[in-house]
């Protein structure tokens, strides 16, 4: 009676035990994933095309004013000459507005015809460094490779094109075939040295860069891994590059290398470099020097005022809401992709700190998938022209939110630095180097799951 007794009692012991773990297991599933709130109070509830070109819902009356003028001048086309409105555009240059290197605010489509008027064009250098650590200029061509020119002036030259084939074997015998983009440049104007180096770039989304800079500095050094001391293989650096601002070395934020660090930084060189237009942060005609260029003393074409309110604009877009964050395939996704190690680089959050003049950006928990740190992406995309701290094989951990309402907001699924992936799958499937782990990691889930993952990355 006694052993019957005592067994009776393991028994139910062991079923309070059994029921008690089971429980806590269900509670410990998640139904819904944390960060739909992407932008924090700067968040965008928008399904639609407009979801990446809409201004912060938490803007005072004052700084929303502010965020339209600027709105108003990321629109404007330059025109060549003295033209009392919008004049000052060349004499050579790759576009003529911000708007057409970010349609929509979002992401330029990879150009039909290689030598058009796009959001795509060639940065440039030669091996060394400038004064200031950066790329040194290619003599007589600079920095960027400006394709279009005004009348009466010579374009720096034409960009060119082939592909090779890579075919990839997923492990359930799906096959894919990547295409490998080997650029060129030709008909320079005048004679290229024969160790120029080139890196193509495309235009990125604007949205939610305020909010990216506002991260505090200590906060992204931290997820920095230089040694790689923990082994697993993921070794991200900060980039820290020369600010023509405060005339120091800061750290890079900003760029597919993080080659600027600041918005407004970003901004002075785009007006600069891309279309040509002198400001108070470059006042210098990018081509000044050059026998194709503008070597006369001109005044600045972009007063501080409008540069100041189109940096202020892009600081203060809202990002889009994640969406669907309780369908049961998004939160597979989302634990398949930490599952993968993806979380090692395209760190889920941040905390924002104070950001003076912008409080609307200030303290604001974020969820941008990004730690904006520099990695070894591998051979695949090295464009093996380095950039500051960054070598050539080396990219910034580009931010996810939003991704997926690319091709709603901008017609297309072109991804990387220079548009080569046609889908996010080809996007992956280029990551090497640091990520070629996770690469293959993915390359062994069954379709169902890799359909889960893709299902994610769309919702964000």
Known sequence: MMKRSMCRGLLLIFLIVFFASCTKEVETVPTKIEGEKAGGETTVYLQSSTAISSPAPNLTANNLEKHLKGDAAFEDIFVSGDSPVNGGLGPIFNNNSCISCHPGDGRAAFPIQLNDISGFFFKISVPGTDENNGPAPVEGFGTQLQHQANYGYAK????????????????????????????????????????????????????????LEAI?????????????????????????????VSETTALGRFGWKAGTPSVLVQSAGAYNEDMGVTNPVKPVESSYGQTNGDNAEHAVELDMETL?????????????????????????GRKLFEKINCTACHVPSFNTGHFEGIPE???????????????????????????YLANGKEWKTRPLWGIGLTNLANGHTHFLHDGRAANLT??????GGEAEKSRDEFMKLSKSERDALLTFLNAL
Do not use: C
């Open 308 to 332: 100041e309110n189109v940096t202020f604009y892009a600081m203060t877009l809202g990002v889009p809401a994640g969406r669907n964050f309780d369908d049961p395939e998004v939160v597979q």
């Open 216 to 244: 505090p500095e200590d906060d992204i050094v931290a997820n920095a891994d230089m040694n790689d001391m923990d082994g697993d293989g993921i070794s991200g650096k900060p980039n820290y590059v020369w600010d023509p």
């Open 426 to 431: 080809e996007a992956i499937l280029w990551h």
């Open 156 to 211: 720096e030259a034409e960009m060119a094109i082939e592909y090779e084939n890579i075919e990839m074997i997923f492990d359930d015998g799906t096959a894919i075939t990547l295409k490998k983009p080997v650029y060129s440049i030709i008909n320079p104007y005048t004679a290229l040295p024969a160790n120029v180096m080139l890196s193509p770039r495309i235009g990125m989304p604007v949205f939610g860069l305020g909010l």
């Open 361 to 387: 950006i200030s303290n604001q928990k974020i969820y941008p998938y990004t730690d904006m740190l520099l990695h070894d992406m591998g051979d695949g995309l090295a464009d093996n022209r380095p950039e």
